[in-house]
Structures are given as structure tokens and as C-alpha cells.
């Protein structure tokens, strides 16, 4: 969702400080001061395999230089080769005056490595897919399906193929996570960054590192924007152009779905636009997960899609095309946007800012940005820890009495408790909302049960149990086709959740699909081995 870049370019420094070694000569040395300085550009510019073919240029011709070594090192980690970086590094240290910078890279890969050496590793055409395998594999096959759909539209949206294949990497805890992002824990669940775009590589946290997981296969195409981006223009687009294309374009991958502000960002903005509120683009620099605020975080977002659908409006694609078609070309990003758009920058910013205000954005009272915790839980958040989630003390009392009252089977005694705590909330808490519609459900209140879960699931879409509820409610009524659509929609969110496997299997079967059932029973055996 973010890219923080660290500075690499140190090496540079270094590089003129280069004392004379008796294995270069004084040509030799400046042949390989020039390489490894257009090389480092390359690296920033995220031109890997130009950087690459230097690498092992300069390694024919200057195998023993501590900076190729370096260099080759920092390449090495740009491709995944964690171990070739690692060797690399280790030789650049036998050098004094690139010895301290050799050690801090090594230790910064070397503790990357220790979670990656355990990775296996999943192939397509286009992608490198790894993940940890007693915990992650069931991402697998959902992932690569998701991100191949990705490669094609994305691609012919911002007219950009790679044709190398792309690294994708599954991080199973929250201290490897931070560690290759370069963010604190701080600032990921403040910010609620879950995913990173840097070097090189596509960087996912695990949906079984939050209770009921999170959007991730549209962060999977949210995060694969900002690598196709980066490539296309030579690592040039500031981070409001990168977040607003990536945030507009996160659900290409799915086929007939219109990119669509969620409902939470739409009441963020529409608070904005009455305070006069609002996050500029530049201190959304360097990153939006720099933000202090989670909802600071959220309404930059809001604000960017706004950019992006403002532009495309105006033009469509090929209107975003020309933009960073312009940038890659040498123009700022400035430049770029006012020539295809055809006023200067600030005509734009001003004329985006007067049609994002004209906008009838809807403010829902109550309604929250979701937090982001990075710690593995249980599979199946239970009635207990989804209490504990309800922020609002007379709330959760209430909703403590319909629990104990639905386990005895009073489900019409517990609806009355479940009403009082979502009157009392405050806040809409979708936790309330799915307690209510399940003991709407268990007391066959069928369209009470719906219309409760289709607010829940338009108000927050990101909650994979509205989507096991609703799944539930589709199969009692016989509905199966519709529990099968919602209930895989909840794999898109969080497939660890046993109880979606097992379901889907229930249904494959009433259906006599006895291949999808076997998929979904096997599935349901590595979560429960």
C-alpha cells in the first residue's frame, strides 16, 4: 500500500573516497566507478535487469572489487537471491572502506533470510509466488489465479507487461514484515499498511495474521499497480499519482467491477468537505503510512482515488497512459498531468477540489475505519474475543447477554439484547450486526437477517464473517447457487476460516459438484492437520 525507499545510493560516497588498490588500475578503477554508478541508478530507477547485466559485467572484469562485490550484492537482493546476496556482502567486508556498510546490508538481508529460507515457492508465467508452507499454502492457488487476472489487466489498462517474472512474498509474522518494509509495528497498524511495492517485489502480510484476515487479494493487484508503475516510468511518479491509480485500479482483477469508493472513505470524505479537512499531497510524501492517524491514512486514500477518477473521467486510460507515458518520458509529474490534461497543475488540483466538493458524498454516523492488528489468532473468532472487540461498555454488556441467551437457544430473548447493544454502540460495529442477523436467522427472521447483512457487508466489506453469515442464511433458505458466490467472496478476505471450506463442501455437494467439493474438503484438511 506503500513504498518506503531506502537510500542506497551511499555507496556513491564511498566510491569517491576509493583508495587505489594494487589490483585496479587508475583506467580500470574509473571504468568501474562509472558502471557502478550508472548501475546504483538503474537499481532506483527499478531497471533490475539492466542493473543485473552490469553486475555480472563488472564481476567478469573485476571479480575481487570489494564495491562490484557490493554491488553485486544489492542486486542480487533486488532479483530474491537471498543467498548469492548474502556470499556477496560477506567478501565486501574483508575491505576496510566498504567494510561497515557491507556488514549493515548483510545483517539487514541476513535477518530477511532467516524467514525467507523457509519459503517454498509456487510458479505461473508471469510469477514467483512464496510462501511459508505449513501455514501459507492455502494462499497459493487463490493468489496466483488473482494475480495473473491482475498481469493482464493491469497491463492493458496502463498499456505495461513485465517480462520478467515478478516476485511475490508472503510474510508470516509481523516482526519480518516490518523488518523488510523498513516501517515499525507502530506504523503499520496506525496506518493500516498490510502490504508493500519495494524492492523490487510485491511484500504481503499473511491474512492469518489479523482475526478474520483482510482484503488481500485485491491488496495483492493494489501493490502489483505500484510495481507495473514503477517499472513504466523509471520509479518517477510521486506518491499521491502512485496511491490514486493503485487505489482505483485495486479490483481489476475481478471481472465486471467498477472501481467504487467504500462506503467508510465516502463518510471520510464527506466530514472533510464540511470541516475543510483535508490531507495534501505534500504530506502524503513520503508515504502515506508515515501518517499519524489511521484515518488521516484512510482519507488520503479517499482523496487520491477522487485524483484518479477525476483524470479518468477526463480521459479514460489512454489519459492515464499519456500521464505516465510523460513521466517516464523526463517530464514532472507536474508537467506530464497538465500536458495531457491541458491546463497547468494547479488549474487541475484547483478544478479536482471544486468537483470533489460538489459531490453528494454520503456521512454515515457511526460509522468506523476498522483497526489493523498484525498478530496470529485462532481460525474462528469466537463469540467471546468478538465481544471483546465492541469498544463501547453498555454495548458489549448487552451483547454478552444476547451471546449467553442465543447459546441457550432463546434467539428471540437474544434479538431484544443484540437491538439494545446496537442502539447503544454509538458507533456501527459489524460485530452487532452479524450477532443480530444470526439470531435473526436461528429464529427463521430470514429478511431481517438480509437486510441487516447487506448493510453490514455495504458498510463493511473488509469483514469476512458478514460473508459466512450471509452464506449461511443463502443455505438455509436453499438459495445454494448464492451461498457458493458470498461464501467464496469470503476467501478473497480470509480462507483460513475452517468453517467457509467446510460449507462450500456442504454445497458443492447439494449441488453434486463433486470435484469443487473434493478441492474445498482438501483445503479443509490443511487447515485442521
Given at each position: 500500500?506503500?513504498?518506503?525507499?531506502?537510500?542506497?545510493l551511499?555507496?556513491?560516497?564511498?566510491?569517491?573516497?576509493?583508495?587505489?588498490?594494487?589490483?585496479?588500475q587508475?583506467?580500470?578503477?574509473?571504468?568501474?566507478?562509472?558502471?557502478?554508478?550508472?548501475?546504483?541508478?538503474?537499481?532506483?530507477?527499478?531497471?533490475?535487469?539492466?542493473?543485473?547485466?552490469?553486475?555480472?559485467?563488472?564481476?567478469?572484469?573485476?571479480?575481487?572489487?570489494?564495491?562490484?562485490?557490493?554491488?553485486?550484492g544489492?542486486?542480487?537482493?533486488?532479483?530474491?537471491?537471498?543467498?548469492?546476496?548474502?556470499?556477496?556482502?560477506?567478501?565486501?567486508?574483508?575491505?576496510?572502506?566498504?567494510?561497515?556498510?557491507?556488514?549493515?546490508?548483510?545483517?539487514?538481508?541476513?535477518?530477511?533470510?532467516?524467514?525467507?529460507?523457509?519459503?517454498?515457492?509456487?510458479?505461473?508465467?508471469?510469477?514467483?509466488?512464496?510462501?511459508?508452507?505449513?501455514?501459507?499454502?492455502?494462499?497459493?492457488?487463490?493468489?496466483?489465479?488473482?494475480?495473473?487476472?491482475?498481469?493482464?489487466?493491469?497491463?492493458?489498462?496502463?498499456?505495461?507487461f513485465?517480462?520478467?517474472?515478478?516476485?511475490?512474498?508472503?510474510?508470516?509474522?509481523?516482526?519480518?514484515?516490518?523488518?523488510?518494509?523498513?516501517?515499525?509495528?507502530?506504523?503499520?497498524?496506525?496506518?493500516?499498511?498490510?502490504?508493500?511495492?519495494?524492492?523490487?517485489?510485491?511484500?504481503?502480510?499473511?491474512?492469518?495474521?489479523?482475526?478474520?484476515?483482510?482484503?488481500?487479494?485485491?491488496?495483492?493487484?493494489?501493490?502489483?499497480?505500484?510495481?507495473?508503475?514503477?517499472?513504466?516510468?523509471?520509479?518517477?511518479?510521486?506518491?499521491w499519482?502512485?496511491?490514486?491509480?493503485?487505489?482505483?485500479?485495486?479490483?481489476?482483477?475481478?471481472?465486471?467491477?467498477?472501481?467504487?469508493?467504500?462506503?467508510?472513505?465516502?463518510?471520510?470524505?464527506?466530514?472533510?468537505?464540511?470541516k475543510?479537512?483535508?490531507?495534501t499531497?505534500?504530506?502524503?510524501?513520503?508515504?502515506?503510512?508515515?501518517?499519524?492517524?489511521?484515518?488521516?491514512?484512510?482519507?488520503?486514500?479517499?482523496?487520491?482515488?477522487?485524483?484518479?477518477?477525476?483524470?479518468?473521467?477526463?480521459?479514460?486510460?489512454?489519459?492515464?497512459?499519456?500521464?505516465?507515458?510523460?513521466?517516464?518520458?523526463?517530464?514532472?509529474?507536474?508537467?506530464?498531468?497538465?500536458?495531457?490534461?491541458?491546463?497547468?497543475?494547479?488549474?487541475?488540483?484547483?478544478?479536482?477540489?471544486?468537483?470533489?466538493k460538489?459531490?453528494?458524498?454520503?456521512?454515515?454516523?457511526?460509522?468506523?475505519?476498522?483497526?489493523?492488528?498484525l498478530?496470529?489468532?485462532?481460525?474462528?473468532?469466537?463469540?467471546?474475543?468478538?465481544?471483546?472487540?465492541?469498544?463501547?461498555?453498555?454495548?458489549?454488556?448487552?451483547?454478552?447477554?444476547?451471546?449467553?441467551?442465543?447459546?441457550?437457544?432463546?434467539?428471540?430473548?437474544?434479538?431484544?439484547?443484540?437491538?439494545?447493544?446496537?442502539?447503544k454502540?454509538?458507533?456501527?460495529?459489524?460485530?452487532?450486526?452479524?450477532?443480530?442477523?444470526?439470531?435473526?436467522?436461528?429464529?427463521?427472521?430470514?429478511?431481517?437477517?438480509?437486510?441487516?447483512?447487506?448493510?453490514?457487508?455495504?458498510?463493511?466489506?473488509e469483514?469476512?464473517?458478514?460473508?459466512i453469515?450471509?452464506?449461511?442464511?443463502?443455505?438455509?433458505?436453499?438459495?445454494?447457487?448464492?451461498?457458493?458466490?458470498?461464501?467464496?467472496?469470503?476467501?478473497?478476505?480470509?480462507?483460513?476460516?475452517?468453517?467457509?471450506?467446510?460449507?462450500?463442501?456442504?454445497?458443492?455437494?447439494?449441488?453434486?459438484?463433486?470435484e469443487?467439493?473434493?478441492?474445498?474438503?482438501?483445503?479443509?484438511?490443511?487447515?485442521?492437520?
Open positions: 500500500m506503500k513504498r518506503i525507499f531506502i537510500t542506497l551511499f555507496i556513491l560516497t564511498i566510491l569517491t573516497s576509493f583508495k587505489f588498490k594494487a589490483f585496479a587508475e583506467e580500470k578503477f574509473f571504468d568501474v566507478v562509472g558502471e557502478i554508478t550508472y548501475g546504483e541508478e538503474c537499481l532506483q530507477a527499478w531497471q533490475i535487469e539492466e542493473a543485473s547485466a552490469i553486475a555480472n559485467r563488472l564481476l567478469l572484469t573485476a571479480p575481487k572489487n570489494p564495491y562490484v562485490s557490493f554491488f553485486a544489492e542486486v542480487r537482493f533486488y532479483e530474491g537471491n537471498y543467498e548469492e546476496s548474502l556470499s556477496f556482502f560477506k567478501e565486501a567486508q574483508k575491505d576496510s572502506d566498504v567494510a561497515k556498510d557491507a556488514r549493515e546490508f548483510y545483517s539487514f538481508v541476513d535477518k530477511i533470510y532467516k524467514t525467507t529460507s523457509k519459503f517454498k515457492e509456487a510458479k505461473t508465467e508471469h510469477f514467483l509466488f512464496r510462501y511459508l508452507e505449513d501455514k501459507d499454502a492455502i494462499l497459493t492457488d487463490y493468489a496466483l489465479d488473482a494475480l495473473e487476472r491482475t498481469y493482464n489487466a493491469i497491463g492493458t489498462d496502463l498499456n505495461y513485465p517480462k520478467k517474472p515478478i516476485l511475490v512474498e508472503v510474510f508470516p509474522d509481523a516482526e519480518s514484515f516490518c523488518t523488510i518494509s523498513t516501517l515499525t509495528k507502530e506504523e503499520v497498524e496506525t496506518s493500516g499498511t498490510v502490504a508493500i511495492c519495494l524492492f523490487n517485489r510485491v511484500i504481503i502480510t499473511s491474512p492469518r495474521l489479523q482475526p478474520r484476515g483482510y482484503q488481500w487479494l485485491d491488496t495483492l493487484a493494489h501493490e502489483y499497480v505500484h510495481y507495473v508503475i514503477m517499472k513504466k516510468t523509471y520509479n518517477r511518479v510521486p506518491i499519482m502512485h496511491e490514486g491509480i493503485a487505489k482505483y485500479e485495486e479490483k481489476r482483477w475481478l471481472e465486471n467491477t467498477a472501481p467504487k469508493l467504500p462506503v467508510s472513505l465516502e463518510s471520510l470524505l464527506a466530514e472533510a468537505i464540511e475543510n479537512y483535508f490531507i499531497f505534500e504530506q502524503m510524501h513520503p508515504s502515506l503510512a508515515k501518517l499519524k492517524k489511521r484515518e488521516d491514512t484512510a482519507l488520503a486514500f479517499a482523496e487520491v482515488f477522487t485524483v484518479a477518477d477525476y483524470i479518468f473521467k477526463h480521459g479514460g486510460h489512454p489519459l492515464l497512459v499519456s500521464i505516465l507515458d510523460g513521466i517516464k518520458d523526463g517530464k514532472s509529474s507536474e508537467d506530464a498531468l497538465s500536458s495531457a490534461m491541458r491546463v497547468s497543475f494547479d488549474e487541475f488540483e484547483k478544478n479536482w477540489m471544486q468537483d470533489l460538489q459531490k453528494k458524498f454520503r456521512k454515515i454516523h457511526g460509522i468506523q475505519v476498522l483497526p489493523t492488528r498478530r496470529e489468532s485462532s481460525t474462528i473468532v469466537d463469540d467471546v474475543e468478538s465481544v471483546a472487540e465492541i469498544e463501547t461498555k453498555d454495548a458489549r454488556k448487552f451483547a454478552i447477554l444476547g451471546d449467553l441467551l442465543r447459546r441457550e437457544g432463546l434467539h428471540s430473548a437474544a434479538i431484544v439484547e443484540y437491538e439494545k447493544a446496537f442502539s454502540a454509538g458507533n456501527i460495529f459489524p460485530q452487532i450486526q452479524n450477532k443480530l442477523a444470526m439470531a435473526y436467522i436461528m429464529d427463521t427472521q430470514y429478511s431481517k437477517a438480509e437486510e441487516v447483512l447487506k448493510l453490514a457487508l455495504e458498510y463493511y466489506p469483514y469476512a464473517t458478514t460473508y453469515s450471509l452464506g449461511e442464511l443463502y443455505q438455509r433458505k436453499g438459495e445454494y447457487d448464492n451461498a457458493i458466490n458470498i461464501l467464496s467472496q469470503a476467501n478473497y478476505i480470509n480462507p483460513f476460516n475452517p468453517i467457509i471450506h467446510k460449507n462450500l463442501a456442504q454445497l458443492y455437494n447439494k449441488l453434486d459438484k463433486k469443487d467439493a473434493a478441492v474445498e474438503l482438501k483445503r479443509l484438511v490443511m487447515l485442521t492437520k
